[in-house]
Structure formats: structure tokens, C-alpha cells
């Protein structure tokens, strides 16, 4: 366990590990996220879905969860969810080819974090052909001693299995001294339900919304982070 400052400000050097969520957090992709889903329901499963049900309905699921929603609702030919898969990861790929969406001030967050001798791990809903070579693209893959997707878990986000496992894969035994960013709402209940410490990045969810989940909200990831109390 690393040393608490002996100032009354907890900050983020302060605690043992940090995770971090993919889209939408890590990456600012959750715009590209909603509109290949959109596109996906209408094209392949004869499924009308609006960017507000989207964000009120699936925002911060895992794939396969938004996709079994889509398919509860597309007719009986539209096939099996297992199709559906390889080609979400085909086509966010096409969508994220030409730029990599981790912001250069979120990867300097992620040095400083690493720099600073914090166990860092990331827990998404998406699979590990979309995470990891955007990780890598980003120069930020080794940083990370976890990355637990959608394939490493049975139950996805509200529930804490991800957050549980990656910090018992890092060797954090104390969930009270680990801080976990987050854009959506299933993301926040998830951090809760693992007794850890929820930072909010905005923009999934309207503001007003993310404060009834959470009481650390920023606009983005950046350095300033690290300035956050979060023990107030």
C-alpha cells in the first residue's frame, strides 16, 4: 500500500491504483459508438433507434448487451447475436482508422499516473479487438497491467465484476484506495457497487443526470485531475 500525504487533500498519487473506462472515458468515441449502433439496427436488423434512446437506454452497456436489446426488437430472420459481433469490431475500426481518439491530454494523465507508481488497469464493455490496438496506437497498451473486456466477464456493467477483477489482477486489496473514471450511468453504478472511488467524465450523460450517480464530475481527463480531492 503506498503512503497517504499527510495533508488533508486525498488526491489521485495518494491511492493505489486508478482505472479507467474505454469509450467514452479513455477514448472520446461514444459519439462513433452511438452511430455505428444506429446504423447497425437499421441496415442489419430492420430496427429504428434514436440517438436519445441510445443514450438514455444503452450508453455504457457492453457490446453484446446493446446488441441483444437491438435484436429483441429486429424480426425473427435478423440471426443470432454471435453474428453481430466481428462486425461491430469491423466497422468501429473503419470509424476510428484515421485518427486515434485518446486525447493527448487524457494520455498524459495516464504517464503522470504511471510515473507516479500507481497500478493502472482499464474495464470496458468492448471487446479486446477494438480496446488494444487502440491502446497500442495511443503508445499507452504497457501502461496498463489490465485491460478487462466484455470477454473476460460474465456480468457487465452496473455490476462490479470487472472493476472486481481487474483490481484483483493488480493486487489491489482495498477498494477504498482505488479510483475508477467513468462517462455513463451503468459505468458509475458499477464503481459504487465495487466500493471504489467514482470520477465522472461528462459528456454521455446530460449533467444533471451524472449527479445523481456521482460527486466527482470534470469535463475531461487531464493532468488537472490530480488536483481533484477526493476525500471531500
Known amino acids: 500500500m503506498r503512503a497517504t500525504s499527510t495533508n488533508a487533500t486525498l488526491t489521485l498519487t495518494d491511492l493505489d491504483g486508478v482505472l479507467f473506462d474505454f469509450n467514452g472515458t479513455l477514448s472520446d468515441d461514444e459519439g462513433i459508438l452511438r452511430d455505428l449502433f444506429i446504423?447497425?439496427?437499421?441496415?442489419?436488423?430492420?430496427?429504428?433507434?434514436?440517438?436519445?434512446?441510445?443514450?438514455?437506454?444503452?450508453?455504457?452497456?457492453?457490446?453484446?448487451e446493446i446488441m441483444a436489446d437491438i435484436l429483441a426488437l429486429a424480426p425473427a430472420d435478423a440471426g443470432p447475436l454471435e453474428k453481430y459481433l466481428p462486425l461491430i469490431d469491423s466497422e468501429y475500426a473503419v470509424r476510428i482508422e484515421r485518427e486515434s481518439l485518446i486525447r493527448p491530454a487524457t494520455r498524459e494523465l495516464v504517464h503522470a499516473l504511471h510515473a507516479a507508481g500507481l497500478k493502472l488497469g482499464v474495464v470496458t464493455g468492448a471487446s479486446r479487438l477494438q480496446v488494444l490496438p487502440a491502446l497500442e496506437r495511443a503508445g499507452l497498451l504497457d501502461l496498463f497491467g489490465i485491460v478487462v473486456t466484455d470477454e473476460d466477464v460474465v456480468n457487465g456493467k452496473p455490476h462490479p465484476e470487472g472493476f472486481q477483477r481487474a483490481a484483483a489482477a493488480l493486487g489491489l486489496d482495498d477498494p477504498s484506495r482505488v479510483a475508477a473514471f467513468e462517462d455513463s450511468v451503468p459505468g458509475l453504478g458499477a464503481v459504487a457497487a465495487a466500493g471504489m472511488i467514482a470520477i465522472c467524465v461528462e459528456g454521455t450523460h446530460p449533467t444533471e443526470e451524472l449527479e445523481q450517480h456521482a460527486l466527482i464530475i470534470v469535463p475531461e481527463i487531464s493532468t488537472a485531475c490530480l488536483e481533484l480531492d477526493l476525500g471531500a
Request: proline residues 0%; aromatic residues 4%; glycine residues 4%.
Open 39 to 64: 446504423d447497425l439496427a437499421a441496415t442489419h436488423c430492420s430496427v429504428t433507434l434514436t440517438a436519445r434512446q441510445y443514450q438514455e437506454t444503452l450508453a455504457g452497456r457492453s457490446d453484446r
